[in-house]
């Protein structure tokens, strides 16, 4: 199937949706949804999972309080 060129993007990799992807929690992430395998996991992480860098601004504002 040809890929839309209008379909969004995800990912580091900048590609379409597929397979099973893992969404960042933070809300103002810009990429938002990851495909497992460009991120490392084998499965959906349980609990909360930040893209590295959602976690890092994070990580970051911690470290300031």
Excluded: T
Excluded at 17 to 45: R, T
């Amino acid at each position: 199937m040809p890929i839309d060129p209008n379909e969004p993007r995800y990912c580091y990799c900048r590609q379409v949706s597929y397979g099973e992807m893992v969404a960042c929690d933070d809300d103002n992430c810009e990429i938002e949804w990851f495909h497992l395998g460009c991120v490392d996991l084998k499965a959906p992480p349980k609990g909360q999972w930040f893209c590295r860098e959602c976690s890092h601004k994070h990580k970051k504002r911690r470290d300031h309080h």
